[in-house]
């Protein structure tokens, strides 16, 4: 990738890039879902095409493309192939944990050359089963197993979530942990997203003594009440919008590749029960196409609002003047709650899809009923309860405080705080 590329230069080529490789990502698919994960070819290919480094800051050979630049990537990886696509999205929208865990942590997860993802996390929320002690000059930690780590697989670094008590209250801590301290259980035995190698981590050992600089109260990752020390506004934009905005991304990539294969297949189809001889000359597929394309235009025209807007309040933070803790909180909610429809519009899309498309589309080697379950499963992530993020924005729509609860996506702690020193 060419160094003195603007950033819409450097997306262009990225997005060539991917689609030069899409189809064999495509043809790859049914293989990595039977090994449950990647081939390292696939890791090496994404690497080399510039996708895992969109979201890399820019002191360190990374893109650092702005959000919504980020989102046309992972829609298109998502494009050609769910599970990558989703290895994708984990890459890119979690960078926000290494810059919000401090200067220390960053040269060390961006510092060293590296061929894959550079971020991988695991059990962020208050069920983790992870403990941390704290003892002189750092913690031990021990527990688990740490589940759904995601990226963890070719990450130099994983983020493990572990429950720490200084005498307070319990409280979750984020722990940088490196590769080869951790093991992998081969429990990635899944309906949909099959290759994304989302195993459960456990120790090398029983305990191990993390340094100080790698274990942060998740509150200040969280908060970015750290300063990285990194220049550009994306550090500032807030994680929620990012991360999310990203997440329809992958299911507007996959609904899109759906439609693209079911008029490639179409043409000349019979439709039984009919006297259709070609199934793209009958007017029940003409309404069935225009509302598939109603349900990812409304998607995508919604994640990509909330990627501009995510943003334009990492520009208003960088400058010195971040929105007020009121609208925060109403923005995260609201992109919770719009990318929780978001994903749900895209599977009814890819559903009607596979539905119109005959028994075949039920065959393995057929793209669009891997799209059709890989697409359900991001409406099932445990951040996506449409039916609670619904309530919450709409408590707030109504004026009342959403529900008070632990975890990332807790929306009460979005008042601007102090900037402390790593």
Request: glycine share 10%.
């Amino acid at each position: 990738m060419t160094a003195n590329l603007d950033k819409s230069q450097r997306l262009a080529a990225i997005l060539d890039n991917v689609r030069a490789i899409g189809p064999t990502l495509r043809q790859r698919a049914p293989e990595a879902e039977k090994a449950g994960r990647h081939s390292d070819e696939t890791i090496a290919e994404l690497d080399a095409a510039g996708v895992f480094n969109i979201g890399s800051p820019t002191e360190y050979g990374g893109y650092e493309l702005s959000v919504r630049q980020q989102l046309d990537v992972i829609a298109e990886v998502s494009k050609w192939d769910g599970s990558a696509g989703w290895t994708s999205w984990v890459a890119a929208s979690t960078n926000w944990i290494p810059a919000g865990s401090g200067p220390k942590v960053i040269e060390e997860v961006y510092g060293p050359k590296w061929v894959g993802p550079r971020v991988a996390g695991s059990s962020h929320f208050p069920a983790s089963k992870g403990r941390a002690k704290r003892t002189e000059g750092g913690w031990i930690i021990s527990g688990g197993p740490w589940t759904f780590g995601s990226d963890s697989l070719w990450a130099p670094y994983t983020n493990l979530g572990c429950i720490a008590d200084d005498g307070d209250g319990t409280f979750l801590l984020g722990v940088q942990v490196p590769l080869d301290q951790l093991k992998f259980i081969d429990d990635w035995d899944v309906a949909g997203m099959c290759a994304t190698g989302s195993v459960s981590i456990v120790l090398q050992a029983e305990e191990l003594f993390v340094p100080e600089h790698r274990c942060i109260d998740f509150r200040d990752i969280t908060s970015a009440r750290i300063e990285s020390g990194l220049e550009g506004s994306i550090w500032k934009a807030p994680a929620l919008g990012w991360a999310f905005s990203l997440m329809a991304g992958m299911s507007i990539g996959l609904a899109e590749g759906a439609l693209d294969r079911f008029l490639e297949r179409s043409g000349g189809r019979p439709i039984r029960g009919t006297t259709y001889k070609d199934q793209l000359q009958a007017p029940l597929t003409h309404l069935m196409l225009a509302e598939v394309h109603s349900k990812i235009q409304s998607a995508k025209l919604m994640a990509q609002a909330n990627a501009a807007e995510t943003d334009r309040l990492g520009e208003l933070a960088a400058a010195g003047t971040p929105a007020d803790g009121e609208y925060m909180q109403k923005f995260s909610a609201r992109v919770l709650a719009e990318t929780a429809f978001s994903v749900k519009w895209c599977a009814e899309a890819i559903e009607l899809l596979q539905r119109n498309s005959g028994s075949t589309a039920i065959m393995k080697f057929e793209p669009i009923q891997r799209a059709w379950r890989d697409a359900r499963v991001i409406t099932l992530h445990g951040a996506l309860n449409l039916e609670a993020l619904s309530e919450n924005w709409g408590r707030l729509m109504a004026g009342i405080q959403p529900h008070n609860f632990a975890g990332i996506t807790t929306l009460d702690r979005f008042a601007p705080a102090p900037m402390k020193a790593a």
